[in-house]
């Protein structure tokens, strides 16, 4: 069983910026080898994709709602996901949460959430205009 722990969220001014991270538990799963995301579910709304990143941390992938602002990075040596977010406005409220893809070696570009098999319990970003 994979734990993933979400933590940075919290109450910003529209403008400004949060990191989210997200640490998987160590024991069987080898982090570096799987492909990981970023998702957010506003009040009311369905859960929706944020960000992507492949096992290949060089490839990452956007939601066109974030592109430019936001930022999805990993450290594999500390088991460690992360999400930079800048010039956050209203619209970007919302529970975050990361989630582990099913297969290792692989690439997901596309933020269909059936293709993460475990997710964190999320953190709360709350911006303020």
């Known amino acids: 069983q994979v734990q993933l722990v979400e933590s940075g969220g919290g109450l910003v001014q529209a403008g400004g910026s949060l990191r989210l991270s997200c640490v998987a538990s160590?024991?069987?799963?080898?982090?570096?080898?799987?492909?990981m995301g970023w998702f957010r579910q506003a009040p009311g709304r369905e859960r929706e994709f944020v960000a992507a990143?492949?096992?290949?941390?060089?490839?990452?992938y956007y939601a066109d709602s974030v592109k430019g602002r936001f930022t999805i990075s990993r450290d594999n040596a500390e088991n460690t996901l992360y999400l930079q977010m800048n010039s956050l406005n209203s619209e970007d409220t919302a529970v975050y949460y990361c989630?582990?893809?099913?297969?290792?070696?692989?690439?997901?570009?596309?933020?269909?959430?059936?293709?993460?098999?475990?997710w964190g319990q999320g953190t709360q970003v709350t911006v303020s205009s």
């Open positions: 989630a582990a893809g099913k297969k290792p070696y692989s690439t997901y570009s596309n933020g269909n959430q059936d293709n993460y098999d475990y």
């Open positions: 160590r024991g069987t799963f080898t982090f570096s080898s799987y492909p």
């Open positions: 990143i492949s096992f290949i941390p060089t490839l990452t």
